[in-house]
């Protein structure tokens, strides 16, 4: 077995117990009707990718493009907008939970309440909660982000209307920073994508979120396979709520029942691995990070939340080199496909999984595996 890819066998039985994107019993269509009031809504594409699925020997290889969602390019927007109008409302004592109050109503209660969003970030998802805090609820909003991010992307975030607070050292280290400063605040909410100790809700939020982006994506599986389901599920993995997200949905009892489950393979870089040991380990740990083009997986610690669901429901996770990564992208924009590093990596690790753990993966010519590509093309060094 390659030592790239780290099998998790005890998944293949796993079922997820809680209802498809319900933590506290939110429904999948009460997150889509939410998401199609919020100014640029749009429906990503699936790609077909049958060359691939044919040198490959698979059944079907299909990617769903998040490069433009909410003229954003990333999936961030679908958690972040939700999270936000939760978390805000919530502070403010109104019912938001069946996502009926309008989210402007909402914003101009924070607003004369005095209240401000804070959030830590390493790109996408901070543009994405400032997209819809600052931006479209007019709530004051502060962004840390490490010392190594570039001022481009600096300035994007700014772009939405947010203060950036930058934060020597890593996405790791901004988080004690950002959290003792808003625990000395009453007027400050923390809206955060990572589950940490004695903070969990707002996490959740985000992971109900990204329930649009799977419900669309189980649809169109089913358009262009002529009913065929997923089989096989590629998610990359930073802190984990977009894998716990995936997880949970390929795992749940509602598509045991339906469809049959779907194998999860989880993707990382190999200097940012922290599923990958953790798998190993048995249980959550840490890891040293270093730079990499996949900055949006560029996370040493797990979300305290998608740890359990990733420990269970995992079927096997995947690292890949940036130079991998790089030819994933290369490779997706000869095709039209203007993916960046962290979602081409999703193509990267199926080809290594079909290289080194095809049997053990049950890859092979009735497979339809759905790559969740998570953003769109950016600027990065080249590498070596």
């Known amino acids: 077995m390659s030592s790239f890819i780290q099998l998790n066998a005890p998944a293949r039985e796993w079922t997820h117990s809680k209802p498809d994107g319900a933590q506290d019993g939110t429904r999948k269509d009460t997150v889509l009707a939410f998401h ?11 790609h077909a990718l049958p060359d691939i699925a044919k040198e490959l020997g698979l059944g079907h290889v299909l990617l769903k493009d998040e490069s433009n969602r909410f003229g954003l390019p990333a999936f961030k927007i679908l958690g972040a907008s939700w999270a936000v109008y ?20 909402v914003g101009a209660k924070a607003k004369d309440a005095g209240v401000r969003i804070m959030t830590i970030t390493e790109g996408n998802c901070g543009r994405a909660v400032a997209r819809m805090a600052a931006k479209h609820m007019g709530v ?37 920073v950002a959290m003792k400063e808003a ?26 979120g990204y329930s649009t982006m799977l419900a669309e994506s189980d649809r169109q599986v089913l358009e262009l396979t002529g009913g065929r389901p997923a089989t096989h599920a590629v998610v ?10 995936v997880t949970a949905h390929f795992k749940s009892a509602s598509r045991r029942k339906g469809s049959g489950p779907a194998k999860v393979l989880a993707v990382e870089p190999t200097t940012a691995a922290c599923l990958f040991e953790s798998l190993k380990a048995g249980k959550s740990v840490s890891v040293p990070t270093e730079d ?54 999703t193509l990267a690790a199926l080809r290594r999984a079909c290289a080194d753990a095809k049997r053990e993966l049950g890859l092979d010519d009735s497979s339809v595996v759905v790559l969740y590509c998570t953003e769109g093309q950016r600027d990065y060094a080249i590498p070596s």
């Open 36 to 46: 199609q009031t919020i100014p640029g809504y749009n429906e990503t594409t699936l």
């Open 183 to 208: 625990q000395e605040r009453d007027d400050v909410i923390l809206v955060l994508d990572v589950g940490l100790e004695g903070y969990g809700e707002v996490p959740r939020y985000f992971v109900q």
């Open 236 to 245: 990359p993995v930073g802190a984990g709520s977009i894998g716990e997200a």
């Open 292 to 345: 990499t083009i996949m900055c949006g997986m560029n996370c040493g610690t797990l979300s305290t939340t998608a740890w359990p669901v990733l420990k269970n429901g995992v079927d096997a996770d995947v690292m890949v080199t940036d130079l991998e990564s790089h030819n994933a992208v290369q490779e997706l924009h000869a095709r039209g496909i203007l993916a960046g590093p962290c979602g081409a990596a």
């Open 140 to 176: 004051p909003t502060s962004v840390f982000v490490p010392s190594y991010m570039d001022e481009r992307t600096r300035d994007k975030i700014r772009g939405e209307g947010a203060e950036v607070v930058v934060v020597e050292g890593s996405y790791d280290d901004a988080i004690p």
């Open 86 to 105: 939760r978390a805000v409302g919530s502070h403010l004592g109104m019912p938001v939970s069946d996502g009926r109050i309008p989210f402007a109503e």
